[in-house]
């Protein structure tokens, strides 16, 4: 059975999209889940009351944020990775799509929770490698793809 896409490149770019979003949204999910069973109390906030929000969280160790940050910046990694190898010839263009739409809910996220400074600037700065290693990948990927076939 041969599973291949449209020849259409609009349609590879989005399906390599989602595909990456929803790889890189498990990732991410994965890895903060496991931060979550290491700092329980964190998963108790009352997202409603924001003394609470902020108590909590400025009061949280520095190494729950860590978990949060890997988590962005291995989801990135794994959204773009996946994104560029669908996307193939228009692989960056994917991959700084993906990207975008990482920063945009990563802002959106950090602008409704109140956080400590530097976990918002290494958070963000993060991407930015994050999403330069999985394009990276994903190039390397496809170079190996094009040499076996």
Same mark, same amino acid.
């Given at each position: 059975?041969?599973?291949?896409?449209?020849?259409s490149?609009?349609?590879?770019? !989005? =399906? /390599?999209? %989602?595909? *990456?979003?929803?790889? $890189?949204?498990?990732v991410?999910?994965?890895?903060? &889940?496991?931060?979550?069973?290491?700092?329980?109390?964190?998963?108790?906030?009352?997202?409603?009351?924001?003394?609470?929000?902020?108590?909590?969280?400025?009061?949280?160790?520095?190494?729950?944020?860590l978990?949060v940050?890997?988590?962005?910046?291995?989801?990135?990694?794994?959204?773009? !990775? =996946? /994104?560029? %190898?669908? *996307?193939?010839?228009? $692989?960056?263009?994917?991959?700084?799509?993906?990207? &975008?739409?990482?920063?945009?809910?990563?802002?959106?996220?950090?602008?409704?929770?109140?956080?400590?400074?530097?976990?918002?600037?290494?958070?963000?700065?993060?991407?930015?490698p994050?999403?330069i290693?999985?394009?990276?990948?994903?190039?390397?990927?496809?170079?190996?793809?094009?040499?076996?076939?």
């Open positions: 059975m041969d599973v291949s896409l449209p020849d490149p609009h349609f590879r770019n !989005l =399906v /390599a999209i %989602v595909f *990456g979003l929803t790889a $890189g949204a498990i991410v999910g994965s890895v903060e &889940a496991v931060g979550h069973e290491l700092y329980p109390a964190l998963t108790e906030l009352d997202f409603d009351d924001e003394t609470q929000m902020e108590q909590v969280l400025f009061e949280a160790p520095a190494s729950a944020f978990w940050i890997a988590a962005w910046a291995l989801g990135i990694c794994s959204g773009c !990775l =996946v /994104a560029g %190898v669908i *996307g193939a010839s228009q $692989g960056t263009f994917c991959c700084v799509v993906l990207g &975008a739409i990482f920063v945009f809910m990563a802002v959106t996220m950090l602008s409704e929770i109140p956080a400590p400074r530097w976990f918002v600037f290494f958070g963000l700065l993060t991407l930015v994050g999403g290693a999985g394009w990276w990948l994903s190039q390397k990927t496809l170079d190996r793809l094009r040499r076996a076939g």
